[in-house]
């Protein structure tokens, strides 16, 4: 039983680091209707922004370290949205998943250049001042503990966000319908810019996490996560924000499991999951299909 | 005095050239009606005013400032409300919040003109944490005029109001109109229900593939015999 439950929580944390990127996949393709296949590399991005800052100076708290780097993620999103995505805004969409491919490359290719293809370590002053806990017998070490917590924190602001502001129920306008959006007066441009923002400082928040789970980056440290949280935003329902949530919960849980039963097969099991989801509900586990009345 | 001036105006999809130098206004105060069969290029019309599609040559002005390249996000704090073709309500959205994003751009308390949105369309208070997709096509409409009107529009531009409504559905629609019109808002309506549409329209333009066939009052258009066999059926 002890066994069942550190599995879980294993799951949970990793479930929860999906969740967060998932969420960035999912509301830039509810409203850019978009798969923006570089937001697994903003992850990568995040971790290295964290290490140099450290390394400039260890005189700096890492929760300035991360301050900076959900700055440097979002700055970096925002740009790659106008720069690379806005003028394919009428393009097919063919065209724009490719650019995406493209600045996906480009990222990685970049931290390579800059960072060199070695391993580097991943570490922050905070991990080891929450003291691990115990629940019975299962073991919470300090960075799974903070990575439920904040995710927590995070999925509870953002559903009141998207729900009950004025900038949120705006972006949900837009990820309907833009024309309408922009007749009422919404800034469809700025909008799109602000999803990507957000997107971005998940991406960034959940690059603390991975970085402090697996301790070690390189510059292709974003592809796995990231193709493992598009999965579960499709798992979950493409353009869903809970779904993105529980995709993600659910992914990790499932994934750690698989990996305490049979290890080396637990990436396919996943992907079989997946499989079996889309067969069975074609638009993932909270995915609406809208039928237009014309 | 002059609220709209459309003035020369031609609109293309692609190579098609859909509105060919047109020309019209539309003065304080009027209920203006564009008719014409499907795709004759009414809509179009709609939305180039309001900003969604661009003439290549022309003008458009709206109360005397030019909005020929103005964004279209801008044109409902300028007093311009575009009610489009089928509505365009956001359906997975409460009729509530469809009426907030209606007042998206006000900064003031707008409390008071929901409550008088709600006076003009009962229906919309009863269903008012419904989900909008749950609404019939009336009501539909209805949130759809409501939601324009939360942004206290000048112009109100309506594109085929009574399109796939009941006839007892119509005739209450276009009861509203007119009530917006004696309240005085002006309104633009394109409408393929000509006799309707002319029945209550101060001016009205005929539209024929994309250019203005003819012109003229309501009721001369009402009475014209090209008209009645084209439009009016009979």
Redesign the interface.
């Known amino acids: 039983m002890t066994e069942f439950f550190q599995t879980l929580v294993s799951g949970l944390s990793l479930g929860s680091i999906y969740a967060l990127i998932a969420l960035g996949y999912t509301m830039v393709y509810g409203i850019a209707k978009m798969l923006n296949f570089a937001h697994g590399d903003i992850i990568m991005v995040g971790a290295y922004a964290v290490i140099t800052t450290v390394m400039i100076s260890e005189a700096i708290p890492g929760i300035v370290a991360v301050v900076i780097s959900v700055i440097v993620c979002v700055v970096l999103g925002v740009t790659i949205e106008f720069f690379a995505y806005r003028p394919l805004r009428k393009a097919p969409s063919l065209t724009v998943l490719i650019t995406a491919i493209g600045v996906s490359y480009l990222l990685q290719n970049l931290a390579l250049l800059i960072f060199g293809s070695e391993q580097k370590s991943f570490k922050l002053d905070f991990f080891d001042m929450i003291k691990p806990i115990y629940i019975g017998k299962v073991y919470i070490n300090g960075i799974t503990f903070l990575t439920l917590v904040v995710t927590v924190i995070i999925m509870i602001a953002l559903t009141l966000f998207i729900n009950k502001t004025?900038l949120g129920?705006?972006m949900?306008?837009v990820s309907?319908?833009k024309?309408?959006?922009?007749?009422?007066?919404?800034?469809?441009n700025r909008t799109i810019t602000l999803t990507f923002a957000i997107g971005s400082a998940l991406a960034a928040v959940a690059s603390i996490f991975y970085g402090g789970a697996y301790t070690y980056i390189r510059p292709t440290t974003g592809s796995m996560p990231g193709i493992k949280a598009f999965t579960a935003a499709v798992f979950g329902g493409i353009g869903s924000i809970p779904g993105a949530m529980l995709g993600g919960i659910l992914l990790g849980v499932i994934e750690k499991f698989a990996e305490n039963a049979i290890s080396q097969w637990s990436n396919a099991i996943v992907f079989v999951v997946l499989v079996i989801v889309l067969v069975v509900k074609p638009t993932g586990l909270l995915g609406?299909k809208?039928n237009?009345?014309? | 005095m002059r609220m709209l001036a459309v003035n020369n105006i031609n609109v293309y999809y692609g190579k098609i050239h859909a509105i060919k130098d047109v020309s019209f206004e539309v003065k304080s105060g009027e209920i203006v009606a564009l008719i014409g069969a499907n795709g004759a290029g009414k809509s179009t019309i709609l939305k180039t005013i309001?900003?969604?599609l661009r003439s290549k040559t022309g003008s458009i002005s709206f109360n005397n400032e030019l909005i020929t390249h103005t964004?279209?996000?801008?044109?409902?704090?300028k007093g311009m409300?575009?009610v489009?073709e089928?509505r365009?309500?956001?359906?997975?959205?409460t009729v509530m919040?469809n009426l907030?994003?209606?007042a998206?751009?006000r900064k003031d308390n707008y409390k008071k003109d929901i409550e008088s949105v709600f006076q003009r369309f009962p229906r919309l208070q009863e269903r008012k944490n419904q989900i909008a997709?749950t609404l019939s096509?009336g009501e539909?409409q209805m949130l759809a005029m409501g939601?324009a009107l939360m942004?206290k529009p000048s112009l109100l531009m309506l594109d085929e109001p009574s399109m796939?409504l009941a006839p007892i559905l119509v005739d209450q629609i276009f009861g509203i109109i007119k009530e917006l019109h004696e309240s005085g808002t002006t309104i633009l309506l394109v409408e393929q229900n000509a006799e309707k549409a002319l029945a209550i329209a101060d001016r009205a333009y005929v539209l024929e593939s994309g250019k203005v066939a003819v012109s003229g009052t309501g009721k001369e258009l009402a009475a014209s015999d090209k008209i009645k066999k084209a439009y009016l059926g009979g």
Do not use: W
């Open positions: 004025r129920k705006a949900r306008a309907e319908d024309e309408a959006a922009e007749l009422m007066g919404i800034n469809v609406k809208i237009e009345k014309v | 309001s900003g969604l964004e279209a996000h801008k044109l409902i704090a409300a575009h489009p089928g365009r309500i956001f359906l997975q959205m919040e907030d994003m209606g998206y751009i997709g096509g539909q939601r942004g796939g």
